[in-house]
């Protein structure tokens, strides 16, 4: 018996991206997952420690090389911006990218199995930092939604009278709404309003040439966690994301 070849039969195999690409991940069921494991709400800085450790396990063991990685919540951004791994085919890419992280993740916390679900966003160079921009925006909008659910929660409502009570309204109402019950928006960490980023960052690293019997002086790049970044629409944002951005510098 001929045994068949049936490797054109695998759908998406011929499908490729060229850098600049988003790889973007995003935790299955993860509101159940906290809430099975008693996690704070409505941001546990455990787990979001462990996010930011799975990001930088994949910076650091996963073979390829990302140029950064924007984190809020339960999501992950990894910019490529270089020659991409498997010749940039989708399959591949997503599928290791999703299953480090997950690993990854599962591990740090001590977990019964964590999924991840990844997509590949092609992107124009000029279009990253636009990107970037929209992703915090999203955490910001998350940040807010978050504070709210929970702060009616905490009053006695339901999940369901919770979410129907926040239907509709503005994020400047829930601003308001979470500061007429105690809570200041404004004064929250950092990471919680902004996100966090992963990206390399350069430095100089002083020795002693033994031959010559010299100082001498050798550029070094350090893996850096960002827990305190600016507003990504600000001059000081846009600043920073052209100084890390390898398109922009």
């Not at 409505?42 to 994949?58: C, G, I, K, L, T």
């Not at 909008?141 to 929970?150: A, E, I, L, T, W």
């Amino acid at each position: 018996m001929k045994v068949a070849d049936f490797r054109n039969h695998e759908v998406y195999s011929d499908l490729r991206v060229v850098p600049p690409i988003i790889i973007r991940v995003d935790g299955r069921n993860f509101k159940n997952l906290l809430h099975k494991h008693e996690f704070e709400k409505p941001f546990d800085h455990r787990f979001a420690s462990a996010v930011v450790d799975s990001a930088e396990s994949f910076f650091r063991e996963g073979g390829v090389h990302p140029s950064i990685a924007y984190i809020f919540s339960d999501e992950i951004n990894i910019l490529f911006t270089d020659a991409l791994p498997f010749t940039g085919r989708v399959e591949k890419l997503v599928s290791v990218v999703s299953s480090h992280i997950a690993s990854a993740l599962t591990s740090s916390l001590g977990l019964c199995p964590i999924a991840f679900d990844g997509r590949v966003i092609p992107l124009h160079p000029e279009q990253v930092i636009e990107y970037l921009v929209w992703r915090q925006t999203e955490a910001w909008r998350n940040c807010v939604n978050s504070y709210g659910y929970y702060m009616l929660r905490r009053t006695g409502l339901s999940g369901d009278c919770a979410a129907s009570r926040l239907l509709g309204l503005s994020l400047p109402d829930i601003h308001e709404l979470c500061f007429q019950n105690g809570i200041n928006l404004d004064s929250v960490p950092a990471w919680q309003r902004r996100g966090v980023m992963i990206y390399r960052a350069g430095y100089e690293k002083r020795g002693y040439d033994p031959i010559r019997k010299v100082e001498v002086v050798a550029n070094r790049t350090k893996l850096v966690s960002d827990w305190d970044l600016p507003i990504f629409a600000s001059d000081a944002g846009i600043e920073m994301l052209r100084e890390i951005v390898p398109e922009n510098r």
